[in-house]
C-alpha cells in the first residue's frame, strides 16, 4: 500500500491559513430605538463595544421634527483564542422615532447598496489589494414585543432589507411576554413573513451532516429568536455568575434556552453559521447586486459581452460601472431647502405676471383710446365728405 | 464580567496605497476570555472546504524522456497520465516538433476528500533543434488561463467561474550533473513571475550522492544568479516546532532529486515498495534517505497546497492582472478605497445638494429671466405695433381730411355768393397726439 497522497490533509491546511488570516465581519443593528440593541452587542461580545447614546441627546432628538437617522460605526479588533476578528458594528440610531416614518428605512437600505457599490468598484481597479469591505454580512432586525404583530413599518423595511442582505428578525426585550404569548407572537411573525415573502436568513440544512442538520432546524424553529440582553451578572450558586435582569419575582438568565433564544442567535451569528453568512453575502447578495449594476440582470448581456475581444469585453464592464450615477438625497433639510429655493421663484414668477397683466391691461386701454380717437377723425371725414358732396350738388 | 487582557484604543492610519489619503479610524481592541464563539469560524472553514472539495492545476514541463507522466502518477497514486510512446512520430519531423498543450483532468477521492487534479503537459517541449521559441506556447498558456479568468471574473453573472489557472510548475532539470542548459534558464525566467515554479531534478538515480548535492548547489547558484523566483512557503514560523523544522527541511531540498515509479518492487530485506530494481541494489521512491519525493509531494499536496493556490490568485494573478489593465489604459481610482466615514459621507452630501442646489436655483433663474425678457418684448412689440398702425391709420386720415377740406374751401369759393352759411367747421382741431406711456 502506498504512502497517503496527503490529500485528506487539505481541510488543515484551509483551517490554518484562516486561523492566521483572521476575519473580517460585519454586523448590522436596526429597528426602533429603546429595544436594546447597544446592550445586545455589548452582551454577545462580552465587551461594552458601544458606547449608550446620550439620555439628553436621545431626548433632544425626540423634540424635533426632523430627526436625521445616521449611521453610526464601530470597528474592533477582536481576539478570542488566538483568533482575530475585525469586527465592525453598523448602528442605525433612532430609526423608526419620526411621527412620519415614511421613507425613513432609505439611509439603511443606501449605506448597504453603497457598501456593495463600493465593494465593486473597489474590484474593479487594476490594483485591488487594499480593500475595504464593509458589506454586511448580517441583519438583525429588532422587533418590538408588542405581543400583536408586525407593523406595517417593520414589514415595509424588512421587505427592503431582506432582498439585499441575510436579514435575521429578532424579537426584543422578550421577557416582556409570556411564554404562550411568546410563542403566539412568534407564530403570528412567522406569517407574515410568509405571507409578505419576507426572505430572511435560514441557516442551510446539511442532510448529509444529520448533527449540523439537527441544529440547523433547531435553529430554524426557533425563528424570529427571542432575545433579552444584560451586561449585569448576578450570582445564581457560590462561585457561579450568570449574566441576566434581576426582578422582584425572578433572574432572567440571557445564557439559559429556557429563558430564551440567546444562545441560539449567538450560535447562528458567530459559532456556526457565521461563514456561511460571509459566503452568502459576498457569493449571493453582493453578486445580485452587481449583475443588477452592471447589466440590469440580464443574463444574456454577460453571453453576449463574452463574443466580444477578450480586451473589449473586459474594458467595457469597468467603465460601464465607472460612470457615476447621481446620488439620491434622502436628508430632509435638503428637501426642504430645495422645496424654499422653488418657492422662491415661483414667488417671483407670479410677481411679475402680475406686473405684465396690468401692461396688458394697459395696453388694451391705450388700443381703445386710440381706437376712439381714429373713430372721432373718421367721423370728421364723414362729415367732411357729406359737405362736400353738397356744395358740389349745389354747384350743379 | 467583561474580562479582557489588554484594551487598546488606538487610531490607525489607514493609508490608501499611493494617494496618501490619511484616515483615522478608531478601532477598539480587545482580548476576550470569555465564550463567545467567532473562534470557530477556522471550524467552519474547514467543514466548508471538505463539502466544496478541493482543486489543484499542475504544468509539468520538461523534455520528453525525463519521467513527467511516471513522477505525476507516482504523485497520486494512480495512472493519471498515460505514457506517450511517440517515438515514430517524433522521427518523422526531425526538424522542428511542434509543442502541444495537452490537460489531463482526474478525482482522486482520499478518506472523503475530493480533490479536482489537473495536469497541464506540453509535449513536444525541447525536442525541436532550435527550441528558441519553444517556451513561448507555454507562456501563452499561462497567459490564457490567467486572460478567461479575468474575463470570467469580469463577467456580469459570475455563477460558474472556473479556476483554471496554473497553481505550480513542475520544471524537470535532466540529470546532467552539470548545471542549467540556457533552455531551462530561458523557460524559468519566462515564467517565474506567473507561475509557482517548482525546480525538480528528474531521474535522479542517475547521479550519486555526491553529484546531486553538488549538482543542486550549481542550479541554486544559477537560479540566484538569474534572478529565478522559486515557491517559497511563507509565513510558517509561528508553527508549531516540528512543523517549522518539516518545512525547513523541505525548503532545503530545493531543487527537488526524485525518482518516479508506481510499480512495486522487492527489497532485499522483503519489503515491498514503489521503486526501480537494479542489479546493483532497489531505490525506493517514498524513502526519504533515497531521494526527495516525500518532500515534494509535502510541498505539493500535504502541507502546501493551498498556500501555492493562495499565493497564484492573491500575487501572481493579481499582478498579471494590474499589469494587464494598466496596458489596456484602465485608469487606478485610488479614491475608492477610502474607509467609509458617515461624517465625511454626510459632508461629501452635503456639498452634492449645495451642488444641486446651485445648479437649480441657476437653471431656473436662467428660465426665469428668458421668460420674462421674451414677455417683455412680446409687450412691447405690440405696443409698438399699436402706435404705429395708428400713426398710420391716423396720417392717412389726416391726408384725407385735409383734401377733403381743401376741396371743400375750393367749393366754397367758387361759390360766388354763399348760398348757405359757410358750414361754420368747427375749428378743426383734431388732435390730441399725447400718447400714454
Redesign the interface.
Known sequence: M???????????????????QG?T?TLMVAGESGLGKTTFINT??????KAYQDASERHNKFTSAHQTV??????????????K?RLNIIDTPGFGNNVNNHDSWTPIIDFID??HE?YM??EQ????????D?RVHACLYFIRPTGHSLKPLDIEIMKRLSTRVNLIPIIAKADTLSPIELEAFKSRIRDVIEAQDINIYTPPL?LDDPA?AEHSKQLIESMPFAIIGS?E?YEVAPGN?VRGRKYPWGLVEVENDQHCDFKKL??L????????LV?STNEFHF?TF??VK??GN??D??NE??KDE??N???D???KS?AKKP?R?H?PK?KE??DA??KF?TE??KA?EQR?RQ??T??V???N??NQ??E???T??KS??E??KK??L??R | MTTYLAEVETPIAATSIKDNIQQEVKIIKRKLNGYVGFANLPKQWHRKSIRRGFSLNIMAVGEAGLGKATLINTLFNREILKKEVEVEEEQESSETVSVKIKNTTAEIDEDGVKLKLNVITAPGFGESVNNVNSWKIIVDEINSRFDSFLEAESRINRSTVNDERVHAFLYFIEPTGHSLRALDITLMKQVHEKVNLIPVIAKSDTLTGEEIAEFKQRILEDIKYQGIKTFQPLDFENDEEETVLNTKQILSKFPFAVVGSTKEVETPDGRIVRGRSYPWGVIEVDNEDHNDFIKLRQLLVRNFLEELKEHTANTLYENYRTEKLNRMGIAQDNTVFREFDPLAKQEEERALHEAKLAKMEAEMKAVFQQKVSEKEKKLQRSEADLFSRHKEMKDKLTKQIKLLEDKKVQLEKQKTLPQEPAASSPAPTKTRKGFLR
Open positions: 502506498p504512502e497517503p497522497v496527503g490529500i485528506a490533509n487539505l481541510p488543515n491546511q484551509r483551517y490554518k491559513i484562516v486561523s492566521k476575519a465581519f454577545l461580545f462580552q465587551s461594552s463595544l445616521e449611521i453610526d460605526i464601530v470597528r474592533a479588533i477582536l481576539e478570542e483564542k488566538n483568533f476578528v453603497d457598501q463600493s468598484k473597489q481597479q487594476p490594483s485591488r489589494l487594499n480593500k475595504k464593509l446539511e449540523s451586561e451578572e455568575f449567538r450560535s451569528l458567530l459559532r456556526t453559521n457565521m461563514l456561511d459566503l453578486e452587481r449583475s452592471l447589466g440580464d443574463d448581456a454577460g459581452g463574452e477578450d480586451a469585453e473586459n474594458g464592464v469597468v467603465k465607472l446620488r438625497l436628508n435638503f431647502e430645495e429655493l422653488k421663484f417671483q414668477v411679475e405684465f401692461w396688458e394697459n395696453i386701454n391705450e388700443r383710446r386710440l380717437d381714429l372721432e377723425m373718421q370728421k371725414l367732411l365728405e359737405q362736400v356744395l358740389q349745389l354747384k
